[in-house]
């Protein structure tokens, strides 16, 4: 089995590269890439996110055929695919940040500044915080609820169909912290920040 991290020069990619390494130990072949016949030919897609949505949007749009390839591997042929942080907003038909920007439409929803109450909650949310898990998702099998997560980001994923939520986070109000949509997992925290149980989410995703 091969598993692509999806490489569009995200910040953070190298932390995400070796959690999956420290986890696969060897038994799957890990690519980094974005050439696009690596990308269609991967049993499983990563897509790491980190600054702006914006940002992150155009660097993806940047690579000619890009999410154009992932829509087809996703939508189409239905290979699993983690998200991680932007990369899961992403999934959004929309995000508002630095500007209105079109995302890839996969789970539909917007992405928006977190209501930190006039300064009440500090932004970015950074650091640990408990997730409340919803959903009997995959990625959670052998996690107890409650565990902390590593958490860096001022805005959030609101979906249209809450039924996608599988876990959620108490910062200012309940912000969607994982989805699940059939074969599309992600995850607002940063699973290769949160230590051992981080790493076993990644090894969930993986044996999935």
Not at 72 to 87: A, Q, W, Y
Request: hydrophobic share 35%; with cysteine.
């Amino acid at each position: 089995m091969n598993v692509t991290i999806v490489d569009y020069n995200s910040g953070n990619i190298s932390s995400v590269v070796n959690s999956f390494k420290e986890v696969a130990k060897n038994k799957i072949a890990l690519e980094v890439t974005s050439d696009l016949q690596k990308i269609r030919s991967s049993d499983k897609l990563v897509l790491p996110g980190q600054g702006s949505f914006k940002s992150c949007v155009e660097a993806l749009n940047a690579i000619s055929g890009l999410s154009e390839t992932l829509n087809e591997s996703v939508i189409i042929d239905k290979k699993p695919l983690l998200g991680i942080c932007v990369g899961l907003q992403m999934f959004a038909d929309v995000g508002y940040e630095e500007t209105e920007t079109k995302g890839l439409g996969w789970i539909s929803g917007k992405v928006s500044r977190i209501d930190n109450q006039n300064g009440k909650f500090k932004l970015p949310h950074i650091g640990w915080n408990q997730i409340n898990i919803v959903k009997d998702s995959k990625i959670y099998k052998d996690i107890e609820n409650n565990s902390h997560m590593y958490f860096v980001h001022s805005y959030e994923f609101l979906p249209n169909d809450k039924n996608v939520i599988s876990a959620t986070t108490d910062y200012s109000s309940n912000i969607v912290c994982s989805v699940e949509k059939e074969n599309i997992f992600g995850t607002q925290f940063h699973p290769e920040k949160s230590e051992k149980i981080g790493l076993r989410i990644i090894k969930n995703f993986i044996d999935i």
